[in-house]
């Protein structure tokens, strides 16, 4: 029944969200055949320290995730997504060449900087454009199918990226020439083959974050921007998971692996979560995501033993199945749909925030205390935000 049910759904679902998905599918194999190796590769072949690996990584998911306030904004200003997605898609595919050419730290600063600026401008306006695409009723579904065929990127770049890296003898720069061409399609496919949506009111421009626009963002989606960045403060950097592997002695060549173990678990699981999100409460879930973590967690700090890696790398690919798709989803359904772009830029802005915080933090304890430290205070952190939200949770059901 279960089946039948799914199948109907996707057989319902917009061509304009197959096309997002497998735009982002695209974008991110090019993106993961260079993050899967770029910790490894700052690490063996520009001698760069942990903590130097971590804050870079929390300055680049930041930044894009700061710049989705301004394009978010601007795209709610104009009623227009589709351009802005379109440019950042260009400069995300237009940064890959500087990661095969950089000779220095300071080189792949500048372009995770200037790749993370180019997903920060297409992500809140594409986020709103899927929402204004999706029929409410399977809007979970949908973000959930988006995040799955992304994800499904996530894991073929990285074991595109292995198989590059045996047949090549460890030839980081030639992977990251071939990740340019991934990147350059995924902009062609979302130029040709997404129509956005037409307004059924002329549109016309007026400030989106005017005091009078910013009162119509209730206080329940206030809520989930706070939930957001709360959730991004207990996850750190996934280059972290890399470094672990490393430590455990996989070869280098092998180490994208644990990307690719992450992203399949969390493609598999990112539809059938994004779809339960439409008939089962969404504390539950976040709770259910925050208590995965934590386990992932502490299997992480326990060994570095590879199988031991794969386990909590596997969890952690659980975790954001649960929580990525259901976030977004709950953005859209708290805001008005003419300031959903701000309201994804706003809840990037928190979430970015606390991603450079959390990043930094990690790489922090790596250097000083080791990596088992680093994990058990993220296992930690996840207990306290758990804790708070039962108690969120307890306390709204006693009020009804």
């Not at 109907?8 to 993106?31: C, I, Y």
């Not at 050419?101 to 372009?111: D, E």
């Not at 990285?158 to 890296?165: D, E, H, K, R, Y």
Request: glycine letters at 10%; aromatic letters at 10%; charged letters at 15%.
């Amino acid at each position: 029944m279960l089946g039948k049910v799914s199948s109907t759904t996707l057989s319902q679902m917009p061509r304009g969200v197959w096309v997002l998905g497998f735009v982002s599918l695209l974008m991110d194999v090019s993106s993961e055949m260079i993050h899967s190796l770029l910790p490894l590769f700052m690490v063996t072949v520009l001698g760069t320290s942990a903590l130097a690996v971590g804050l870079i990584e929390g300055i680049a998911e930041s930044t894009a995730l700061l710049v989705k306030v301004f394009s978010g904004v601007l795209s709610d200003y104009l009623g227009k997504r589709k351009g802005l997605a379109v440019a950042g898609y260009a400069l995300g595919a237009l940064t890959k060449p500087i990661f095969a050419l950089a000779s220095s730290t300071g080189w792949v600063l500048a372009a995770r900087f200037m790749d993370r600026v180019g997903k920060g401008v297409r992500g809140a306006p594409r986020d709103a454009l899927l929402a204004d695409i999706a029929p409410v009723e399977i809007r979970g579904a949908a973000f959930g199918l988006r995040q799955s065929l992304d994800t499904v990127g996530a894991f073929l770049g990285p074991l595109l990226a292995t198989g590059l890296m045996l047949w090549w003898a460890n030839d980081f720069r030639a992977v990251f020439w071939v990740a340019v061409i991934p990147g350059l399609l995924a902009v062609a496919l979302l130029l040709f083959g997404v129509r956005e949506p037409q307004k059924r009111e002329a549109h016309t421009p007026n400030n989106p974050i005017s005091r009078e626009n910013l009162q119509r963002l209730s206080a329940a989606y206030w809520w989930v921007v706070i939930i957001g960045a709360v959730f991004t403060l207990a996850r750190f950097s996934e280059a972290f998971l890399v470094l672990r592997a490393a430590q455990g002695g996989v070869p280098i060549a092998l180490v994208p692996l644990v990307m690719v173990a992450m992203n399949l678990i969390y493609a598999a699981s990112a539809y059938p979560f994004g779809k339960l999100s439409d008939s089962m409460s969404h504390a539950k879930l976040l709770a259910l995501g925050l208590a995965i973590l934590i386990a992932a967690d502490l299997v992480l700090a326990y060994d570095d033993h590879w199988t031991t890696v794969l386990l909590g790398v596997a969890l952690w690919g659980v975790h954001m199945g649960i929580t990525q798709g259901l976030l977004a989803r709950m953005v859209a359904d708290t805001a008005p749909a003419d300031l959903r772009g701000t309201a994804y830029g706003f809840f990037n802005l928190m979430s970015g925030l606390a991603m450079l915080l959390a990043s930094v933090v990690a790489g922090l304890l790596w250097d000083r205390l080791g990596a088992a430290f680093t994990f058990y205070a993220g296992a930690a952190f996840c207990v306290v935000t758990l804790l708070g939200l039962l108690a969120r949770a307890a306390r709204s059901s006693g009020q009804r």
